[in-house]
C-alpha cells in the first residue's frame, strides 16, 4: 500500500477527533472493518494510521469517513476527504521548525477555564461579517484533480491608497504556480443555509508581488486582476498597528480544508507575543494557513501561517483545546509592506 498524502491529512483529523483508543472500535465495525485485524498498540495516532492501512487495503477508506461524518457530520475535513477532488489542506510548516513554540503558563489555563468574562456588545457580530467579506479562499491547481488550497483577504495600508491581497508564502509557494491559483471570494452559506453565488479572481502578475520567506514573514503581498468596482462589494480590512499580549482572545476566519468559509470563535487566546509572532490555542482547524487573525475589536493582529498538535510533556489543556498555532505579527507585515512599496 502506497500511503498518500490524503491518508497523512486523515490520519491528522481522525487523531484529532478521536484522541483516545477506546473510542475508535466503534468507527471500525461501522466501516465493515474487522477489529481483529487492527495492531490496536501504541497511541491513538498510531492506531489510527493501522486503521487507514486497513481500510486502504479493503477499499473502504470512504466507509471508514463516512462512520466517523455521522458523530462529527460539519467537519470540513472529512468532507473534504469525500470530495472528488484531492484537495491537499496540510499546508503550514511545522511550528517548531520555523519558531520556537512557549510552554503556556498557568494563568492561561485559569483564563480558558473561564476564568475571565467573554461578555461582548451585540454588534460584534455584525462587524464580524462586514470583516469576512474580505477574506477569500485560495485555491492553486496543481493537477488534472488536484488541488492546493489556503485562505486569504483583502486589505490597505494606512497611508497607502492601493488594495492589496494578502497569504502566506507557503501557500503559494513559487512564482511558477501563480498564474495556476485562484481567489475565489463568498464562497460561503447565507444565513437560511445556503450557499451563495461566489466568484474568483486571479493575481496580477503584471503588478509587483512582494514575497517574504517562510522563516521570516511567511507572506506574499499582490494585486487582483478585475475590472473598475468588481472588488468593492467585498471591501477590504484597514490594517494598523496594534497592541496584543498574553490571555488576549483571538478569533480566526478562514477556509479550514478548501471547505466554505467558517469563524473560529471559542477557546482562542493568546499565550505568547513577541516582535515577530503571535502564539495562540484554539481548536484544530487545517488548511487555514494566510487566516486573518483579530483581536475582540476585529482589528487583524497576525496572518496565521503554522499549527500543530500538543507535543509531550505540555500541561494538559481544557476540552475543545487541542492545537497551538502561531501567526506573523501584523505589525511587523505593515512595516514590510511600506518598505516594499516605496522601493
Not at 74 to 85: E, G, I, Q, V, W
Not at 263 to 280: F, G, K, M, W
Not at 331 to 340: E, G, L, P, T
Request: proline fraction near 4%; include cysteine; glycine fraction near 6%.
Amino acid at each position: 500500500m502506497a500511503w498518500t498524502k490524503k491518508l497523512t491529512q486523515l490520519n491528522d483529523v481522525l487523531s484529532d477527533l478521536v484522541p483516545n483508543k477506546d473510542g475508535i472500535t466503534k468507527y471500525v465495525k461501522a466501516a465493515g472493518l474487522k477489529p481483529q485485524h487492527i495492531n490496536e498498540s501504541g497511541n491513538a495516532m498510531d492506531v489510527w494510521s493501522n486503521v487507514l492501512s486497513e481500510a486502504d487495503k479493503n477499499s473502504k477508506v470512504d466507509e471508514l469517513v463516512k462512520s466517523v461524518l455521522d458523530t462529527y457530520p460539519d467537519n470540513p475535513f472529512l468532507k473534504s476527504a469525500l470530495a472528488t477532488k484531492e484537495i491537499d489542506y496540510s499546508l503550514s510548516p511545522d511550528i517548531d521548525k520555523v519558531s520556537k513554540w512557549q510552554d503556556v503558563a498557568e494563568e492561561t489555563l485559569e483564563v480558558l477555564t473561564m476564568g475571565r468574562s467573554t461578555l461582548l456588545p451585540v454588534n460584534f457580530l455584525a462587524k464580524g461579517v462586514q470583516k469576512s467579506k474580505a477574506v477569500g479562499k485560495v485555491e492553486i491547481k496543481v493537477g488534472s484533480n488536484r488541488f492546493d488550497v489556503g485562505t486569504g483577504f483583502l486589505f490597505k495600508v494606512k497611508g497607502i491608497d492601493e488594495l492589496f491581497f494578502i497569504t502566506n508564502y507557503h501557500v503559494i509557494k513559487d512564482e511558477n504556480r501563480i498564474a495556476k491559483t485562484k481567489i475565489i471570494f463568498d464562497y460561503e452559506l447565507d444565513i437560511n443555509g445556503n450557499s451563495i453565488p461566489s466568484k474568483g479572481f486571479h493575481i496580477d502578475e503584471n503588478k509587483p508581488i512582494y514575497w517574504s520567506t517562510v522563516n521570516e514573514y511567511d507572506t506574499i503581498v499582490c494585486k487582483l486582476i478585475h475590472e473598475q468596482g468588481e472588488l468593492d462589494s467585498y471591501g477590504y480590512i484597514e490594517l494598523n498597528d496594534v497592541e496584543i499580549k498574553p490571555n488576549d482572545f483571538v478569533n480566526i476566519i478562514q477556509h479550514p480544508g478548501g471547505e466554505m468559509k467558517q469563524i473560529s470563535l471559542y477557546h482562542n487566546i493568546v499565550t505568547h507575543t513577541d516582535s515577530r509572532v503571535v502564539q495562540y490555542l484554539t481548536d484544530t482547524l487545517k488548511g487555514s494557513s494566510g487566516s486573518p487573525v483579530f483581536n475582540s475589536d476585529w482589528e487583524v493582529v497576525a496572518l496565521h501561517h503554522s499549527g500543530g498538535g500538543s507535543r509531550p510533556g505540555e500541561p494538559e489543556l481544557p476540552t475543545g483545546i487541542k492545537s497551538r498555532n502561531e501567526g506573523i505579527f501584523i505589525n511587523k507585515i505593515i512595516q514590510f509592506v511600506k518598505d516594499n512599496h516605496k522601493n
